[in-house]
């Protein structure tokens, strides 16, 4: 009963967010026309950072405690990173960054429809089957951190199905921080598998998820040499919160 009752909740937020994206997407449009450009973009993922999210994640009866808030500073450009666990992995993360970021986002998301057009608008896309387009994205987020934006990058790569706390860290996002100077935060979801379960989509409780914020981890002083170093630097960090 437990299991069909989240099942339920899981449809309910489904249903929830597709109607939340179908009254959002008039105005983020609107805004496109108006205000064309970055400034558009900006305004864009913002409402959707701290506005759509905050409130899909009350419809569904999911609140935030986030620590380690003091530690990041909205006027500084992140390599973001955090681990990935479960569907709903994408919507906490950008409401318990208390500025904007664009995601690094793999190219089946833009399938999906409506959502899939706003991915396409809001985030990076790489093909992951694609050599071409993984060194495209590359160069495409040395330009947005030059650009002042913070870039938000699953070092894990996609989801953890594992019964692990945490997947091996590819070292793409931290080559990027390193080749660029950019600070390091980290993010670390570290319950979210009462709320919404790994391996099953259509699972989702009421519930408090706790988000931890490390960090940053400054990399100006370090060569690209050093990337596997990081990673694994980083990843105990997160291990520190999971086990």
């Given at each position: 009963?437990?299991?069909l009752?989240?099942?339920?909740?899981?449809?309910?937020?489904?249903?929830?967010?597709?109607l939340?994206?179908?009254i959002?997407?008039?105005?983020?449009?609107?805004?496109?026309?108006?205000?064309p450009?970055?400034?558009?973009?900006r305004?864009n993922?913002?409402?959707?950072?701290?506005?759509?999210?905050?409130?899909?994640?009350?419809?569904?009866?999911?609140?935030?405690?986030?620590?380690?808030?003091?530690k990041?500073?909205?006027?500084?450009?992140?390599?973001?990173?955090?681990?990935?666990?479960?569907s709903?992995?994408?919507?906490?993360?950008a409401?318990?960054?208390?500025?904007?970021y664009?995601?690094l986002?793999?190219?089946?998301?833009?399938?999906?429809?409506?959502?899939?057009?706003?991915v396409?608008k809001?985030?990076?896309?790489?093909?992951?089957?694609?050599?071409?387009?993984?060194?495209?994205?590359?160069?495409?987020?040395?330009?947005?951190?030059?650009?002042?934006?913070?870039?938000?990058?699953?070092?894990?790569?996609?989801?953890n199905?594992?019964?692990?706390?945490?997947?091996?860290f590819?070292?793409?996002?931290?080559?990027?921080?390193l080749?660029?100077g950019?600070?390091?935060?980290?993010?670390?979801?570290?319950?979210?598998?009462d709320?919404?379960?790994t391996?099953?989509?259509?699972d989702?409780?009421?519930?408090?998820?706790?988000?931890?914020?490390?960090?940053p981890?400054?990399?100006?002083?370090?060569?690209?040499?050093?990337?596997g170093?990081?990673?694994?630097?980083?990843?105990?960090?997160?291990?520190?919160?999971?086990?």
């Amino acid at each position: 009963m437990r299991g069909l009752l989240r099942s339920l909740w899981a449809i309910l937020g489904v249903l929830l967010f597709l109607l939340l994206l179908f009254i959002s997407t008039p105005w983020i449009v609107l805004n496109m026309i108006v205000t064309p450009g970055a400034r558009a973009l900006r305004r864009n993922i913002y409402f959707l950072h701290h506005v759509f999210t905050p409130v899909f994640l009350r419809c569904i009866g999911v609140r935030l405690r986030v620590e380690g808030l003091e530690k990041i500073d909205v006027q500084r450009s992140y390599v973001l990173v955090g681990n990935h666990r479960s569907s709903l992995d994408f919507i906490v993360n950008a409401a318990a960054f208390p500025g904007i970021y664009r995601y690094l986002a793999k190219r089946e998301l833009t399938k999906i429809p409506v959502f899939g057009w706003v991915v396409k608008k809001m985030c990076l896309i790489v093909d992951r089957e694609s050599r071409l387009s993984r060194a495209r994205s590359i160069v495409a987020l040395r330009q947005q951190l030059a650009e002042g934006w913070s870039v938000f990058i699953y070092p894990e790569g996609s989801r953890n199905r594992t019964e692990e706390p945490l997947g091996d860290f590819y070292e793409g996002a931290f080559r990027i921080a390193l080749q660029t100077g950019t600070p390091i935060a980290i993010q670390t979801i570290v319950n979210i598998r009462d709320i919404s379960n790994t391996h099953n989509a259509l699972d989702l409780a009421p519930g408090c998820v706790r988000v931890v914020w490390d960090g940053p981890v400054e990399t100006s002083n370090l060569s690209a040499e050093h990337a596997g170093e990081l990673a694994q630097q980083v990843r105990q960090i997160m291990l520190q919160h999971l086990t």
